[in-house]
């Protein structure tokens, strides 16, 4: 069965520094994974995601993330870190075995930004 | 364009009592999505439309949930006998298909309160 697992609940960064939000995934199958952010009060969009193709993903906002099969990992970065990143990120996987797109959310990662 | 809506962005409810939920997706995604986001259990899939047929209801909680799709576009959400544990955001989602590595659109929300 799929899973995913975000390793941080909570992530606390100063305005300009580096962002690393953890995510760690099981898989029986090929995943596809994403990762989505939800700004208070405001729906879930997608930052990008992985769906077999290069490994190291870029979305929007400057963020990306690089799929590792070997770590079976999925960690999204960003160089430097704005006041408008402060939002609850989720890291996805699809459910994959009959590719119905069924999303299988991680609990979520709430980013602090500090100015 | 516009993109997926839902209906009532907010609701409140007396224990007991019927809800309906409505989600619009994007003109032309065939695939469509209900989601549910509450504090306990965090973001969990409820069930999935291929066209009007439901392939997948398998995260509906129980036999007081149900759903249909018409025309293969508007959906609605149906809880019966509203409990207080049923108090969370529901989310609809659309995308281009039911492949697994599709994106998936998500609209703003019912936020829904049983007292």
């Known amino acids: ?115 | 364009g516009a993109g997926v809506s839902q209906s009532p962005s907010n609701k409140v409810t007396e224990k007991g009592k019927d809800v309906e939920l409505r989600c619009d997706p994007i003109s032309g995604h065939t695939a469509l999505y209900w989601y549910r986001q509450s504090l306990g259990q965090g973001l969990e899939f409820l069930i999935y439309f291929q066209g009007n047929s439901a392939p997948d209801k398998s995260g509906l909680p129980s036999d007081r949930f149900s759903a249909e799709r018409t025309g293969g576009s508007v959906s609605t959400l149906t809880i019966q006998r509203t409990q207080q544990e049923d108090s969370a955001v529901y989310l609809c989602a659309s995308s281009d298909s039911w492949r697994g590595s599709e994106t998936q659109y998500f609209g703003p929300g019912t936020r829904l309160l049983v007292l």
């Open chain 1, 1 to 115: 069965a799929q899973s995913v697992t975000q390793l941080d609940s909570h992530v606390s960064v100063s305005e300009g520094t580096p962002v690393l939000l953890r995510c760690n995934y099981s898989s029986s199958y090929s995943p596809s994974l994403f990762w989505y952010v939800q700004h208070p009060n405001k729906g879930l969009q997608l930052l990008l995601k992985y769906t077999s193709a290069a490994t190291l993903v870029k979305g929007i906002n400057g963020f990306e993330a690089e799929f590792k099969k070997s770590e079976t990992s999925f960690h999204l970065t960003k160089p430097s870190a704005h006041m408008s990143d402060a939002a609850e990120y989720f890291c996805v996987v699809n459910h994959g075995s009959s590719n119905t797109g069924k999303l299988i959310f991680g609990q979520g990662t709430t980013l602090q930004v500090k100015p």
